[in-house]
């Protein structure tokens, strides 16, 4: 079974700063997508970035970049230039590449960029 | 495209009643998932459903029930209800025929209460 874990449940960053999440997974299949997703106040569940195991290379998206560490099971998420819309709650998320399969979350990390 | 939607935002319900809850996936899907999200936690997976069939189960107890219609929108159904199913249900659809596992929208989610 695959798990996720999230060991930071709250961070605060200053405005135009940087800040990293932390998340492990625990897996034993060698193809997978892994995801951040991003939940405001306003609930809808939004994607920042996508990554699949089988490429090295980090997904960029704007200001937002992954370290990616197949071997350690580690996905972190890097958000720079931090604004005050990024206050949100941040979840790691897991899905094997099959043909279908659900998405699994980490407990998630409550991110506060303050002014 | 709207994306995807969930009707209704808000619910109130008593322990014991039934409660329907709703969802058209976007444009293009036709799998559907429902996730439960507790306050403060990470979504929980509930079901899968393609081609009108219940596909994957999480550990949910048969109170739960849920529907495919051919239009691919679907419908969660919960019986006796009880305090403990308080929380935000999501829904979230992608594209199975297409193959592409990772393409996971979700909605904004119904908000249940039960007294």
């Known amino acids: 079974a695959q798990t996720v874990t999230q060991s930071q449940p709250e961070m605060s960053v200053q405005e135009a700063e940087t800040v990293t999440l932390s998340c492990t997974y625990d897996?034993?299949?060698?193809?997978?997508?892994l995801f951040w997703y991003k939940q405001p106040p306003s609930r809808q569940m939004i994607l920042v970035i996508r990554?699949?195991?089988?490429?090295?290379q980090n997904a960029t998206e704007n200001r937002f970049s992954v370290n990616f560490q197949k071997a350690a099971k580690s996905f972190s998420l890097k958000i720079s230039d931090s604004q005050l819309g990024d206050t949100a709650m941040y979840f790691c998320?897991?899905?094997?590449?099959?043909?279908?399969?659900?998405?699994?979350f980490g407990p998630g990390t409550s991110l506060s960029v303050i002014p | 495209d709207a994306g995807v939607t969930q009707s209704p935002t808000h619910l109130i319900k008593t322990r014991g009643q039934q409660v329907t809850l709703r969802c058209s996936p976007k444009?293009?899907?036709?799998?559907v998932s429902w996730y439960q999200q507790a306050l403060g936690q990470g979504p929980q997976f509930i079901f899968q459903?393609?081609?009108?069939?219940?596909?994957q189960r999480g550990n949910f107890p048969d109170r739960f029930s849920g529907h495919q219609f051919p239009n691919y929108s679907s419908e969660l159904n919960v019986n006796a209800l009880l305090l403990g199913d308080s929380a935000l249900y999501l829904c979230?659809?992608?594209?199975?025929?297409?193959?592409?596992?990772?393409?996971?929208?979700f909605g904004p989610g119904t908000r249940l209460t039960v007294t």
């Open positions: 979230a659809s992608s594209p199975t025929t297409s193959g592409r596992v990772y393409e996971q929208y």
């Open positions: 897996t034993s299949e060698n193809n997978y997508y």
């Open positions: 990554q699949e195991a089988y490429k090295q």
């Open positions: 998320a897991f899905i094997r590449k099959t043909s279908y399969d659900k998405v699994i």
């Open positions: 444009s293009g899907h036709d799998t």
């Open positions: 459903y393609y081609e009108e069939e219940e596909r």
